[in-house]
């Protein structure tokens, strides 16, 4: 099977811009979630969704949303970009039915934001 | 109180070596799960280990097994026979069932550098 893909790979934008990430799970895979990864913060979780819903949400402002697709591709969408934002966003899929399943994660994208 | 603490600083090994990484979670949850990935330069987070608060058993993968002491509340990671390969940042992640359910808390991860 084929494994967790996102794009881009690397974005550089500015203060102020919005950018959109792409995330496709592991085929089968109906949950995904979103995390930020930065030196000061570690791994902070973003959110998740399944079946095209919002299940859970981390503790980010509401700068930060996503979506996801009836082919459980998901997208997830910062507006107002600020210095702060510079990350490795990760997505990591999983079935979404078993309590403790793992979650396999995507390559991630580097946002650097100027 | 941190969740998940990983308190060693960069760890190295020799290699073909055996290395323990710590970590040691906070939990009132009767049951969670308790995760170990590796993360090389790359980014990309490689899924280890598993192992269940209800597990009898250490889970092993391969050169990986996971030194689980519950009432200690410790998960620590053994790579057995290091390989330069192993070189990268691990972390320990654990997973509640009460709250966020499908949300991983990670610790603040450990460098390992494994030497020839």
């Known amino acids: 099977k084929a494994g967790v893909t996102q794009t881009p790979r690397y974005l550089i934008k500015t203060r102020g811009q919005q950018v959109t990430l792409s995330c496709s799970p592991i085929s089968g895979h109906r949950s995904v979630s979103w995390y930020q990864q930065t030196p000061g913060q570690g791994l902070q979780f973003l959110f998740e969704y399944f079946s095209e819903t919002q299940r859970n949400k981390g503790n980010f402002p509401g700068r930060f949303s996503g979506r996801q697709f009836s082919n459980s591709r998901s997208e997830m969408n910062v507006s107002t970009l600020e210095l702060g934002d510079s990350a490795l966003y990760l997505c990591a899929s999983s079935s979404g039915q078993g309590r403790f399943e793992t979650q396999y994660f995507g390559p991630g994208t580097r946002l650097l934001v100027l | 109180a941190q969740k998940i603490t990983q308190t060693q600083p960069g760890m190295f090994v020799q290699e073909k070596e055996a290395v323990t990484l710590d970590c040691t979670y906070d939990t009132s949850d009767p049951s969670y799960g308790l995760f170990w990935y590796k993360q090389p330069s790359s980014g990309e987070m490689i899924f280890l280990i598993y192992q269940g608060s209800y597990d009898q058993q250490n889970a092993t993968e391969g050169r990986y097994s996971l030194n689980f002491q519950k009432a200690r509340k410790s998960a620590n990671l053994v790579i057995s026979a290091s390989q330069l390969g192993d070189s990268a940042m691990y972390f320990c992640?654990?997973?509640?069932?009460?709250?966020?359910?499908?949300?991983?808390?990670f610790g603040k991860g450990i460098t390992l550098s494994v030497r020839p």
């Open positions: 992640a654990m997973r509640e069932t009460t709250g966020a359910n499908s949300k991983l808390t």
